[in-house]
């Protein structure tokens, strides 16, 4: 008997099973009530007194390592199941798409940063306003066409034919915002104000009765037209790249005086000419100027002692310039097949 617990003791130790099936055939031949073992313990009791205690080891560890043979074996099996059923190596490795940032949002936030290096704050305001802070502070005349309704969507108008500051309307630039700032704060003012305006236009791939401005203000004791120009060039050239140059037109807005319109160089062909700077080699990109004294005035701002300059522009317009997206519709169409290729910007 010790002979043949010992044959069985090798046996068990090199046995390896491929399915559940032999794994079963295992248990049953060596561990069930039936099995070899069991069958071993019912003869232990013939065996000599004086062979009991050695028989009785080996049968005892061949019970043992019999039983740890099958765990493992178990174990093993689930885990080559595992990998073969749960798992599928051919899956995509991240399965989980992720969002990506509106080019309306990463153009900002990159206008927003580079204005903040130098110090300029971020202000914001109200998108429905009154005629007071959009048109009558900003030094609109009451007949200014911009007030008409054929531009500006009223919400509510007292009278139809002139205009009163209390008429409830649309913001359709951002300078309001900068109404309320110099209000509300004393020089000196650095403040840039991004956010959503309204106009009353038709749809077009060009026109949107909705875009999006940054305007930035900049009051204190001697500002003058060179810090406009200087802190312009700053801007466009870490908007563009070190090499953009700038040029300032003579333009008209009844806020500022004198008033500019600004280019950047095209860096699509750095100034030789191409469909997209429509051969000039120039890009229009903001308006700006020295802001008007009787903005200064009407804002309880001493325009004897100071001085100060203004700007806005519009981050479709610049967003299209960046991303060569020519059709202002995108951007609020929300179309996934073309937000998700903005995922690689920041
Ligand atoms: N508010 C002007 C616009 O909406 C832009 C501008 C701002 C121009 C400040 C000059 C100075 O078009």
């Known amino acids: 008997m010790l002979q043949k617990i010992l044959d069985l003791l090798k046996e068990v130790s090199t046995l390896s099973v491929k399915s559940?099936?032999?794994?079963?055939?295992?248990?049953?031949?060596?561990?069930s009530k039936k099995g070899i073992i069991s069958d071993l313990f019912e003869d232990f009791r013939n065996v000599?007194?004086?062979?009991?205690?050695?028989?009785?080891?080996?049968?005892?560890?061949?019970?043992?390592?019999?039983?740890?043979?099958?765990?493992?074996?178990?174990?093993?099996?689930?885990?080559?199941?595992?990998?073969?059923?749960?798992t599928d190596l051919s899956r995509p490795s991240f399965p989980f798409s992720t969002g990506s940032r509106h080019p309306i949002s990463i153009v900002r936030n990159?206008?927003?940063?580079?204005?903040?290096?130098?110090?300029?704050?971020?202000?914001?305001?109200?998108?429905?306003?009154?005629?007071?802070h959009v048109f009558t502070k900003l030094n609109f005349a009451p007949e200014h066409p911009a007030r008409d309704m054929q531009d500006t969507f009223y919400i509510s108008r007292i009278s139809s034919e002139d205009s009163s500051p209390e008429d409830i309307l649309l913001r359709t630039h951002t300078s309001s915002v900068q109404v309320r700032v110099m209000q509300n704060q004393k020089p000196p003012i650095r403040t840039i104000s991004p956010g959503r305006v309204f106009r009353n236009e038709a749809i077009s791939a060009r026109a949107h009765c909705i875009f999006h401005q940054v305007e930035g203000l900049y009051i204190d004791e001697n500002v003058s037209f060179a810090d406009l120009k200087q802190t312009l060039l700053f801007f466009a050239r870490?908007?563009?790249?070190?090499?953009?140059?700038?040029?300032?037109?003579?333009?008209?807005?009844?806020?500022?005086?004198?008033?500019?319109?600004?280019d950047v160089s095209c860096k699509i062909c750095g100034g030789k000419g191409c469909n997209?700077?429509?051969?000039?080699?120039?890009?229009?990109?903001?308006?700006?100027?020295?802001?008007?004294?009787?903005v200064l005035e009407a804002c309880n701002i001493n325009s004897q002692k100071y001085t100060g300059f203004a700007f806005g522009m519009g981050i479709e317009r610049l967003t299209m310039l960046k991303y060569q997206v020519n059709d202002l519709r995108l951007y609020f169409e929300n179309d996934i097949r073309f937000l998700d290729q903005f995922k690689t910007a920041f």
């Open 20 to 31: 559940p099936e032999e794994l079963e055939s295992f248990r049953l031949k060596y561990l």
């Open 48 to 86: 000599a007194v004086s062979e009991k205690k050695e028989v009785g080891q080996k049968l005892n560890l061949l019970k043992k390592n019999a039983l740890e043979k099958y765990n493992s074996l178990k174990s093993e099996l689930l885990t080559t199941e595992d990998i073969s059923q749960a």
């Open 110 to 132: 990159e206008i927003i940063d580079i204005f903040t290096r130098i110090g300029f704050t971020v202000s914001e305001g109200p998108e429905i306003e009154d005629d007071d």
């Open 238 to 262: 870490e908007m563009f790249g070190k090499e953009t140059e700038i040029r300032l037109r003579p333009s008209y807005f009844p806020f500022t005086e004198p008033s500019a319109e600004m």
């Open 276 to 294: 997209v700077c429509k051969y000039t080699g120039w890009l229009e990109i903001l308006g700006c100027g020295m802001v008007h004294p009787n």
